[in-house]
């Protein structure tokens, strides 16, 4: 079977792209090498929705990064995925970073991004009494949202696939061979993907996969930052950055779309492109950046600690990488999606439509495409009258697994069994929060195994956290 277009990498970039080329009549697949969507630099993500005032002006992410944002709530209608309006305050403590926050300002006005304005010391005191007294004044960016963005990418792949994309997992690309002048031949330890075009969405590994088609236009490398989750005691409402540097937006205490709160993150260029560890110096420099915002911040709020990478094109001037390869015809880079990536995604996905339509691809509208997403149950969101219905429809409603969240089991069935369901403890974990909790999944997950365990029909001992070597058990204690 050959392919229209093959897109390696399932993260949000990839997701969303293949979201934007389900509209059309193509052959289309997406190859991701893990179990899952977005497991790699889309989960590390705070989920901030920058509305576009901090990207210099003529750049790639200038273009991109307002139109994204502005797609997104009517992508959450669509699509049935939550998002939380917070704004956002880039805090300002001396004379210089107010000058910085006048250069931010005058960028939005240049990148068409409205309810930009500078708040003084009282102004910005009154909107969030906590902050540093401090603080001079800061950026007030009125439209910033948040998302999860697991939940995006797997909302932008249930809706893909519903409409005629193929999904493949556990599907590592281990060479591409190119066919005559516009023809490429994908391939995996265990199978071949004819297709006229490619997009190559590989995060971290994008030059990697570029290299496989004899590509090396580019050089990508990690910029490490730990993040750390909170508990829902912070006294906040508002996205809080300081002022920035060349290189990162700094550190930020961010409020989730799920009631709790996050620090992230920090900044380090690191050769090792599989380094996901966390630091002791990291966290510390996490609670240092957070204790400069708001200065009572009690550390013990701190629940779990993480760390991931953004992938960083070299020599690009901070930009994106969005391009057909000059050498190669067909061939298109999706690559160096750092900061603001989530925020850009649905608009990058649109650019690589027309990148590829430019290449030569007929883009014909389907007759019977579908934007819609029937968004998944969240029990704990429901009224009481509301969960009262379903649990005397079915009583699996009312037979609460996670206890922290409020997930029941007949919640984590439905993710197990929606299109592009879970099949791992984390992928449970993200879909439903089951394990996200105060308690860090101490009293739910041995649930959750037994369900995963019934519902794909494998035994207990063959469920994984995430990967293929995340074993959780090795066998039975005793015969029961």
């Known amino acids: 079977m050959k392919y229209d277009v093959v897109i390696i990498g399932g993260g949000i970039t990839g997701t969303a792209i293949a979201h934007e080329l389900a509209k059309y009549d193509l052959k289309t697949v997406l190859l991701e090498k893990g179990p899952d969507v977005a497991t790699a630099t889309t989960k590390q993500n705070g989920g901030v929705i920058h509305p576009g005032y901090d990207p210099h002006p003529g750049t790639l992410k200038a273009l991109l990064n307002p139109k994204g944002a502005r797609m997104y709530p009517k992508l959450a209608e669509d699509l049935g995925f939550h998002i939380r309006p917070t704004g956002t305050l880039v805090v300002a403590y001396s004379d210089e970073d107010l000058k910085t926050v006048d250069r931010l300002l005058e960028n939005a006005k240049i990148n068409g991004v409205e309810g930009v304005v500078k708040l ?50 556990n599907e590592q690309v281990r060479g591409i061979e190119k066919n005559g002048e516009q023809d490429f031949t994908v391939r995996t330890e265990n199978n071949e993907y004819p297709t006229r075009f490619i997009v190559d969405a590989a995060g971290i590994h994008a030059d990697d996969v570029a290299k496989m088609a004899g590509i090396e236009e580019y050089q990508i490398k990690g910029r490490h930052g730990n993040l750390a989750v909170l508990d829902k005691n912070v006294p906040i409402k508002t996205v809080m950055f300081p002022c920035p540097s060349p290189d990162t937006k700094g550190i930020a205490l961010i409020p989730t779309v799920s009631g709790n709160f996050l620090i992230g993150s920090t900044a380090t260029m690191r050769d090792d492109k599989q380094d996901v560890t966390n630091d002791k110096v990291g966290v510390e420099e996490l609670i240092e950046g957070a204790k400069l915002l708001i200065p009572e911040f009690d550390p013990s709020s701190i629940i779990r600690t993480f760390a991931g990478q953004r992938p960083v094109a070299l020599d690009n001037d901070n930009d994106f990488y969005i391009k057909e390869s000059p050498t190669q015809k067909g061939f298109i880079h999706a690559a160096g999606i750092q900061s603001p990536g989530i925020a850009s995604a649905p608009a990058i996905a649109e650019y690589v439509a027309s990148l ?10 389907k007759e019977n495409y579908n934007p819609y997403r029937k968004a998944p149950t969240d029990f704990s969101e ?47 974990k993200r879909r439903t929060r089951a394990g996200m909790g105060r308690c860090q999944s101490g009293f739910c997950q041995s649930r959750v195994v037994d369900i995963l365990s019934r519902e794909l029909g494998i035994p207990a001992d063959e469920v994984r956290l995430e990967e293929d070597q995340s074993k959780i058990f090795s066998g039975k204690v005793k015969e029961l």
């Open 120 to 169: 003084n010391s009282q102004e910005l005191h009154e909107l969030e009494p906590h902050i540093n007294p401090e603080a001079k004044g800061a950026l007030y960016a009125k439209t910033t949202t948040m998302v999860d963005p697991f939940e995006v990418a797997v909302a932008f792949m249930e809706n893909a696939v519903e409409n005629g994309v193929e999904l493949q997992l």
């Open 382 to 428: 429901l009224s009481h009258e509301e969960q009262d219905r379903l649990i005397k429809e079915d009583s699996r409603w009312g037979k609460i697994v996670c206890r922290c969240e409020t997930v029941p089991e007949m919640e984590i069935i439905e993710a197990i069994n929606r299109p592009n369901g879970a099949r791992t403890v984390d992928g449970v």
């Open 356 to 365: 590829l339509e430019e290449a030569g691809l007929e883009l014909k509208k």
